[in-house]
Protein backbone atom coordinates (compact mmCIF):
# COMPACT_ATOMS: atom_id res chain seq x y z
CA UNK A 1 0.00 0.00 0.00
CA UNK A 2 0.91 3.45 -0.64
CA UNK A 3 -0.15 6.10 1.87
CA UNK A 4 -4.18 5.17 1.80
CA UNK A 5 -4.34 3.81 -1.84
CA UNK A 6 -4.37 -0.24 -2.02
CA UNK A 7 -3.28 -2.07 -4.78
CA UNK A 8 -0.51 1.02 -6.02
CA UNK A 9 2.49 0.00 -4.60
CA UNK A 10 2.28 -3.53 -6.54
CA UNK A 11 1.34 -2.26 -9.36
CA UNK A 12 3.92 0.66 -9.46
CA UNK A 13 6.68 -2.11 -9.38
CA UNK A 14 5.10 -4.17 -12.07
CA UNK A 15 4.36 -0.98 -14.62
CA UNK A 16 8.58 0.35 -13.96
CA UNK A 17 9.43 -2.91 -14.69
CA UNK A 18 7.60 -3.00 -17.61
CA UNK A 19 8.82 -0.10 -18.88
CA UNK A 20 12.50 -1.25 -18.19
CA UNK A 21 12.29 -4.47 -19.99
CA UNK A 22 12.40 -6.76 -16.77
CA UNK A 23 8.92 -7.59 -15.83
CA UNK A 24 9.70 -11.03 -16.55
CA UNK A 25 6.72 -14.04 -16.56
CA UNK A 26 4.59 -11.12 -14.48
CA UNK A 27 1.72 -9.25 -16.13
CA UNK A 28 1.27 -5.34 -16.13
CA UNK A 29 -1.59 -4.48 -16.58
CA UNK A 30 -3.30 -7.70 -14.63
CA UNK A 31 -6.91 -7.94 -14.15
CA UNK A 32 -6.49 -6.63 -10.77
CA UNK A 33 -4.15 -4.10 -11.73
CA UNK A 34 -7.17 -2.95 -14.49
CA UNK A 35 -9.86 -2.68 -11.50
CA UNK A 36 -7.27 -0.37 -9.44
CA UNK A 37 -7.00 1.66 -12.61
CA UNK A 38 -10.46 1.52 -13.48
CA UNK A 39 -11.46 3.09 -9.90
CA UNK A 40 -8.51 5.35 -10.43
CA UNK A 41 -9.87 6.49 -14.21
CA UNK A 42 -6.38 6.19 -15.25
CA UNK A 43 -5.46 4.46 -18.44
CA UNK A 44 -2.87 2.17 -17.58
CA UNK A 45 0.23 4.07 -20.19
CA UNK A 46 -0.65 7.41 -17.99
CA UNK A 47 -0.34 5.14 -14.63
CA UNK A 48 3.34 4.16 -15.92
CA UNK A 49 4.48 7.09 -16.73
CA UNK A 50 3.46 8.37 -13.10
CA UNK A 51 5.10 5.59 -11.50
CA UNK A 52 8.48 5.67 -13.93
CA UNK A 53 8.43 9.44 -13.04
CA UNK A 54 7.73 9.18 -9.23
CA UNK A 55 10.98 9.63 -6.62
CA UNK A 56 9.74 7.67 -3.71
CA UNK A 57 6.17 6.82 -2.33
CA UNK A 58 5.54 10.18 -1.37
CA UNK A 59 5.45 10.99 -4.78
CA UNK A 60 3.94 8.49 -6.48
CA UNK A 61 1.00 8.88 -3.85
CA UNK A 62 0.77 12.36 -4.87
CA UNK A 63 0.96 12.08 -8.72
CA UNK A 64 -1.68 9.77 -8.85
CA UNK A 65 -3.81 11.04 -6.47
CA UNK A 66 -3.30 14.19 -8.36
CA UNK A 67 -3.93 12.99 -11.73
CA UNK A 68 -7.10 10.36 -10.82
CA UNK A 69 -10.22 12.20 -11.56
CA UNK A 70 -12.22 9.60 -9.03
CA UNK A 71 -10.28 10.92 -5.94
CA UNK A 72 -10.00 14.20 -6.96
CA UNK A 73 -13.90 14.16 -6.91
CA UNK A 74 -14.00 12.15 -3.83
CA UNK A 75 -15.52 8.97 -6.04
CA UNK A 76 -12.29 6.56 -5.49
CA UNK A 77 -13.06 3.25 -3.96
CA UNK A 78 -11.10 0.38 -4.35
CA UNK A 79 -10.15 -2.99 -2.25
CA UNK A 80 -8.77 -5.89 -2.76
CA UNK A 81 -10.62 -7.35 -0.46
CA UNK A 82 -13.34 -10.10 -1.40
CA UNK A 83 -16.83 -9.47 -0.51
Not at 36 to 61: N, Q, R, S, T, W
Request: charged share 30%; glycine share 6%; proline share 5%.
Amino acid sequence: MVGDLEWVARMSDKARAQANGTIGEYIYPCPADKRCLEALELDPEAFKAIAVAAHGDDDLLHAVKSASPAIREGRHEFSTARK
